[in-house]
């Protein structure tokens, strides 16, 4: 089925796709994916990323892996995991979560199948994320944690997510740090405009389309 063409957040200056495995990324306000130069830490030393979407049109029931997302842990202390769960999840059951370590081959496979395979994962350990300890980018050679999210669509139609939240602790402190990664699927056709997943209204600038 067709992916959704490229659309401008109307707020960005300027906004980068990535075609991942059959699924469409937007970044808003980023000169490159990979660039962590706009990126803040929230409410503790995990690393937010700027605001982003994945798009992806699927069959009704598939099931797949979100690993976009890649934890980077500042300072010099250890962090376990507590929880990781979606936010304002219209339609997807979470089937758990599981981490990459660092220096893997890749440094984030995207959107892949559930359980997590493939050639870019060959010989990697993935560890259950929830309870999981990870360890700062400085003891890593600047590698994170990639975080990939089992998600399968329980309802038929335009499904959404907003956000990933990750509760983590460091020490005897405990942070929440919200993801702003959004996520889109469509798994019925009467959804698709122009034979697409369209973007949210937000990410879309006006007279594009």
Not at 36 to 54: E, K
Not at 132 to 144: E, K, L, M, R, S
Request: hydrophobic letters at 40%; aromatic letters at 6%; proline letters at 8%.
């Amino acid at each position: 089925m067709p992916s959704v063409k490229h659309r401008r957040h109307s707020a960005a200056a300027a906004t980068i796709a990535a075609l991942c495995a059959g699924g469409l990324i937007m970044y808003a306000n980023h000169a490159d994916p990979g660039d962590r130069s706009g990126s803040r830490a929230s409410d503790g030393p995990l690393v937010v990323p700027r605001a982003h979407l994945s798009i992806k049109t699927m069959r009704p029931g598939e099931s797949f892996a979100d690993g976009t997302e890649v934890l980077h842990l500042l300072g010099t202390s250890p962090a376990m995991i507590e929880k990781v769960y979606m936010v304002d999840a219209n339609g997807f059951e979470d089937l758990g979560a599981v981490l990459a370590p660092p220096r893997r081959k890749i440094g984030a496979v995207g959107i892949t199948t559930w359980p997590p395979s493939g050639r870019e994962l060959a010989g990697v350990p993935l560890l259950p994320a929830d309870g999981a300890t990870i360890t700062p980018d400085v003891a890593n050679g600047g590698w994170g944690w990639e975080l990939l999210l089992g998600m399968r669509p329980t309802q038929v139609g335009y499904l959404s997510r907003s956000a990933i939240q990750v509760d983590y602790r460091v020490g005897d402190d405990l942070f929440t740090s919200t993801f702003p990664a959004e996520f889109v699927v469509c798994n019925d056709e009467r959804v698709l405009v122009e034979g697409q997943c369209p973007a949210p209204a937000a990410w879309r600038s006006e007279g594009e389309g």
